[in-house]
């Protein structure tokens, strides 16, 4: 099991930046898939990003390719976000995500086994 402490949300002009963490217990983080999700008020819960177990693969939404960048050290057991050229629809809770052994890199929150309490994005135009 492993539990999921995000960090760093907050308010920020459109263009500005943003760096998430994501902080995990336990001594098995370099076996779990870790993404990043995020939900706006009255939409469901979207796909953003997501990191291999050693890190040499990530995956994004079309929405953020070019402006997020997700990394992990699986020394830290953290993963991170840095979030780039901010905009107003990118508001929302993000949510850190862990899927543990997976046989390849998910993009739907079912496959998900543990998420953390979730950090406020808010964008200003």
């Known amino acids: 099991q492993v539990q999921l402490v995000e960090s760093g949300g907050g308010l920020v002009q459109a263009g500005g930046s943003l760096r998430l963490s994501c902080a995990a217990s336990?001594?098995?983080?370099?076996?779990?898939?870790m993404g990043w999700f995020r939900q706006a008020p009255g939409k469901e819960r979207e796909f953003v990003a997501a990191?291999?177990?050693?890190?040499?693969?990530?995956t994004y939404a079309n929405s953020v390719k070019e402006r997020f960048t997700i990394s992990r050290d699986n020394a830290k057991n953290t993963v991170w976000m840095q979030m780039n050229s901010l905009k107003p629809e990118d508001t929302a809770v993000y949510y850190c995500?862990?899927?543990?052994?997976?046989?390849?890199?998910?993009?739907?929150?079912?496959?998900?086994?543990?998420w953390g309490q979730g950090t406020q994005v808010t964008v200003s135009s």
């Open positions: 990191i291999s177990q050693s890190g040499g693969a990530t």
């Open positions: 995500a862990a899927d543990y052994l997976p046989s390849y890199i998910a993009t739907v929150p079912v496959r998900y086994d543990y």
């Open positions: 336990g001594r098995t983080f370099s076996s779990y898939v």
